[in-house]
């Protein structure tokens, strides 16, 4: 799959030999082109497994042992959070936790239960906006900077893991990202249990293609996910599958 730089270059291949060679309709030619562009770059944006702005880590299928990493968004959440903490350490299963600044900032000891616990946290942004995607590089460095010093101030050391809000990325998350020199983490398996009804379905959503070496995106906000993750972790058990954190899983 093309990246936006090779895509940029490919496209503006395309409108010089269509002003060479149909310069006459060209008018007709460049409207169409710049409309596949868009569709493109739009698509690119919201579906991070393409690596279209930014070179993220979903999986790791070279991995041997059954193995995947459970991961959890936009906690810590003072009501689900210790739920989904007792259920991991219930089934010994390790996982990773991208939180939201302003909920570390509410709730730092629950940040402190997850690091005991020996899971990993990660940097989900400070404010998790609606508009994320639309700030400007500054403001995304000011915000994911802000709660890299949260973090940093309670784990003693350096994170190197971030997942933009909402998996969206683009030209200007890619230049925070790298100016700040973190590894990007998306997942191979999405859940959507934050719009979902039925566990069961949820989960069957989940197991049925999965495989070593899964990256599985999870919410810590709600009582339906603590369900979703109770249910996934007996599944894994019954298939001797194993959950540890991302990094450990990269670094296989």
Not at 3 to 8: A, G
Not at 116 to 131: K, L, P, R
Not at 178 to 183: A, W
Not at 197 to 217: E, R, Y
């Amino acid at each position: 799959m093309l990246n936006f730089k090779q895509t940029n270059i490919v496209f503006t291949i395309l409108v010089l030999c269509l002003y060479i060679t149909l310069k006459t309709y060209l008018f007709i030619w460049l409207p169409l082109l710049l409309l596949l562009w868009i569709t493109i770059t739009t698509i690119g944006s919201f579906y991070m497994r393409w690596n279209f702005f930014i070179k993220a880590k979903h999986c790791n299928y070279n991995i041997n042992k059954k193995t995947v990493a459970i991961t959890f968004d936009d906690g810590p959440n003072i009501e689900f959070t210790p739920k989904v903490l007792a259920l991991l350490k219930k089934h010994q299963a390790q996982a990773t936790f991208f939180c939201i600044g302003k909920n570390i900032e509410k709730h730092p000891d629950l940040i402190k239960q997850i690091i005991a616990q020996n899971h990993t946290v990660g940097n989900h942004s400070y404010i998790h906006a609606n508009n994320y995607g639309f700030l400007k590089t500054k403001e995304l460095i000011k915000d994911i900077t802000k709660t890299q010093k949260l973090l940093n101030n309670i784990n003693q050391t350096k994170n190197t893991l971030f997942r933009p809000p909402f998996g969206v990325t683009n030209p200007n998350i890619a230049k925070a990202i790298k100016k700040l020199d973190l590894q990007t983490i998306g997942w191979s398996i999405r859940s959507y249990d934050t719009i979902a009804k039925d566990a069961n379905k949820v989960i069957a959503k989940i197991t049925t293609n999965l495989q070593s070496g899964d990256i599985i995106l999870l919410h810590d906000t709600s009582a339906l996910s603590v369900l979703i993750l109770e249910q996934l972790l007996q599944w894994l058990e019954k298939e001797n599958y194993t959950s540890i954190s991302v990094d450990k899983l990269l670094n296989s």
